[in-house]
């Protein structure tokens, strides 16, 4: 049974009991795993056990990519490509993200020489599906200034400037040595002890400022982006993408002990 097989059996009158706003949303969720059909109060426990083996279940990641893939296969790459810093070549976008380059055909497939995570595929078919165009000015903002940044400013603290706080703690020189390899340069004139700037993706820079510990504080990390930037991608993908670089700088250090 696919969501609309269980949309069917739902009393359709976007009730909310189940924590889901329609019941078509629930449907959804039930086949994504991330709800159980007997959460809805609607149905009696033996349609319940009668359809629940039935059920189709799929990753709603592949769904999403998917659905994007549709989306970008409408696009024309000719036209999107100057403006996400990408490569045309054979009909193909050649994109370099987190320092490796990807081939985007116009059905959306993706391809690279290394594995590509289903988070790179949405990252990337975001990236062009929203085709932005505003050059990057040199404005820097906050996450929490970016828009949708004010509700997932806690998470990005968290999963992205935190942990990357505390890798620099363990040895500045060899994060100089990491931003190098992947076109990384210090910037002059900021407030804070040392700033860098590194692209992650063409049009999407971030600019890193650390401070020192001392003795009354301890060390700070601020990772600003240009204004232009929830243009080329929304807030949850920029967490992604923070959270790609930092696993990246870890599998270097790694390789490197």
């Excluded at 204004?227 to 790609?244: K, N, P, Q, R």
Aim: glycine share 10%; aromatic share 10%; charged share 30%.
């Amino acid at each position: 049974m696919n969501y609309l097989d269980i949309y069917e059996l739902l009393n359709r009158s976007n009730c909310g009991k189940c924590g889901t706003p329609t019941c078509m949303a629930f449907a959804l969720s039930v086949v994504r795993g991330e709800k159980d059909l007997e959460e809805c109060s609607y149905i009696d426990r033996d349609t319940v056990e009668r359809v629940r083996e039935k059920i189709e279940k799929r990753d709603w990641k592949e769904e999403l990519i998917d659905s994007l893939r549709k989306e970008v296969s409408g696009i024309d790459f000719e036209s999107v490509a100057e403006g996400i810093g990408a490569e045309l070549k054979d009909g193909k976008l050649r994109i370099n993200c987190l320092g490796v380059d990807f081939l985007i055909e116009e059905n959306g497939n993706i391809y690279s020489q290394g594995h590509i995570n289903p988070w790179i595929k949405i990252l990337l078919l975001h990236y062009i599906r929203r085709a932005g165009r505003s050059a990057p000015g040199g404005k820097w903002v906050s996450f929490g200034e970016l828009k949708g940044g004010w509700v997932k400013k806690l998470s990005f603290t968290r999963d992205c400037e935190e942990p990357l706080r505390i890798l620099i703690d363990g040895g500045i020189n060899h994060f100089d040595d990491i931003l190098s390899m992947f076109g990384g340069k210090h910037v002059p004139g900021q407030a804070s002890d040392h700033a860098w700037i590194i692209y992650p993706l063409p049009k999407v820079p971030f600019l890193i400022l650390y401070w020192r510990p001392d003795e009354d504080f301890g060390s700070n990390l601020r990772i600003l982006f240009d204004s232009t930037a929830d243009e080329y991608l929304d807030v949850e993908s920029l967490i992604f993408l923070g959270e790609g670089l930092l696993e990246m700088f870890k599998r270097i250090i790694l390789r490197h002990e």
